[in-house]
């Protein structure tokens, strides 16, 4: 297990359970005393929990990971999600993407289909995004060209948010956007992220798309989030994996909402 795998199940731990205390993470990862703590020590530093004596606790930022400690949950099926996604855009065609683990890994998967095929080379695609690693990525594809939304950077989701993006956003047109969430709420009719100011942007984002296509894999369903982007009759399709259930899938249907499951 990688150290970042590791450190992100350790954050796991202390949410799940409030607190920890060495042994129990020892237990349940089976990795030394000493790397425990060195793991904790860096956790603390970052903030992301709390460090006391002979282990830690849960602190207000444990339950939003920064963007490094969430891409390695999930997946493989976040990867299956994101292969699915990436076939939907066409050639010459404006694309958008959010961030969040799941889009950055659809857009990395993008990428590589622009670069592999022939009719990429004749009609470029165009990519709008707020998020700059999924920029990064991006930016040395000869066959994209890249469209980034100003704004400030938040550092746990590399999105790029305020006036300066809904600025851009109120001048474009998209055909098809992307978009990663935190909760899918199947109760309330609509999605959810932790973040108001990301909220602001992605609903922006939603009003300038002609297609909507929610990527989000079976943890984001049930899940709490304060922060509302749109209701479900914004969005045209949701782009799942098999550990949705039934319920939830019919749930979506009948909101008129396409469902893949990849």
Known sequence: MGRQDRQSKIVDLVIERGSVHVDDIVAALGVSPATVRRDLDALSEQQLITRVRGGAKANASSGELPMRYRTSREWDEKQAIARRACLLAKPGSVVSFNGGTTTTVAAYELGVRTSSERAFTERPL?????????ANDLTVRPNVQLVVIGGVARSRSYELVGSLAKAVLERIKVGLLFLGVTSLDIQ????????EAEAVVNTALVEVAQKVVVLADHTKFGQSAFANICSFDKIDQVITDGGTSADQIAALTRHGIEVTVA
């Open 126 to 134: 165009t990519v709008i995004t707020n998020a700059v690693n999924i």
């Open 188 to 195: 309330s009719g609509g999605i959810y992220t932790n973040n």
